[in-house]
């Protein structure tokens, strides 16, 4: 069992401790995603430490096509084959297996589908899910799960629940089994279950409780951010957020924004990931306390100051310029990538730390109003 520990709240906002064999996770915190075992953008485990990421996410679906969870485990797990000594979180395959519509076939077992390298004839079901995380080690593994579309009809969403309810089962007892083992990688990897139920508000109370007495580790709010309002998203996890076990950990999967993680955590979530920081700095859209800065816009070409003054990210504190990252993104230099992704996630990882500060302080509701508008402007 997860020792986790709250030790402020504010409102719905929850400050927290937990401890796990790969080290303290202090929450709010947002996981930095290496789904290959690599974040996009050319940052090693070395850089990962110097913008004080504290858990990195990594894809089972994507490690088990290549190069093969079973190479992972004999090169001695994710962590020695990333050389990363933090905390990992692996998330189940559930969601890309379910990205492909149109290659997969869905059963009580499990699913069958076709790899997207090679047109291979993949199965995965719980156990097999299970399996490939024991075989990676991560610190966290999530249950495998199906993540209806927010638009899906109800009657569709309630068998998917029921259904990914009986896989969390599986999952569990699978996961039981693996950790026994005598030569297991991690022995003690913690599971996570899934709540799923698209928008309506019914379904996913009710499903939040069936699986609130299977006495997890940790519960994950899944299926948000995939085509739903932002509204719509807040207005679920008001609703199901206080029917999941309150001294457990709470993940938002695949959100978001600054602006979805502050509101986030107002609403009681303590781990969040997402692809933003990295995609949208490979694209050149980089984060601010004051906005965002869009490098390749021409105004930045004979711009002397770094990303945002007063940044402590290693990009900005050695003094590289905005004209000069500005021209390595114009010239598609390697370069140019690497440093605007370290960059949005060192804001990212402050974000999360300024974050911890104020609820810590006492004052994360005027932290969350000022916050909300300073992101507003457009990084001058």
Partial sequence: MANYKILKKEG????????????????????N????????????????HSIHTQVALCNTYHLHVRPGDGLVRQMGGLHKFMNWDGPILTDSG?????????LRKIKEEGVTFHSHIDGARIFMGPEQSMQIQSNLGSTIAMAFDECPSSRAERSYVEQS?????RWLERCKT????????????????LLFGINQGAVFEDIRIEHAKQIAEMDLDGYAVGGLAVG???EEMYAVLDAVVPHLPQDRPTYLMGVGTPQNIVEGVARGIDFFDCVYPSRNGRHGNLYTFRGTVRIRN????????????GCGCPVCKRGYSRSYIRHLMK????????????????FYNTLMTRIRQALDEGRFEAFRRQILEDLQGDGD
């Fill in 331 to 346: 010239a598609d230099e390697a370069l140019g990538l690497r440093m605007c992704v370290m960059h949005n996630l060192w």
């Fill in 298 to 309: 021409a105004r930045y070409a004979a711009d002397p100051r770094p990303i945002e003054e």
């Fill in 33 to 48: 995603v290496a789904t290959a075992g690599a974040i996009k953008g050319g940052l090693s485990a070395d850089d990962l």
């Fill in 228 to 230: 739903e309002t932002h």
């Fill in 12 to 31: 719905r906002a929850k400050r927290a401790v937990m401890q796990t064999v790969h080290g303290e996770i202090q929450t709010p915190v947002f996981m």
């Fill in 174 to 189: 699978e996961m039981a089994r693996l950790n026994a083992l005598p030569d297991t990688v991690n022995p003690h990897q």
């Fill in 161 to 165: 629940c029921a259904r990914t309810t």
């Fill in 94 to 102: 559930g969601f890309q297996v379910f990205s492909l519509a149109d």
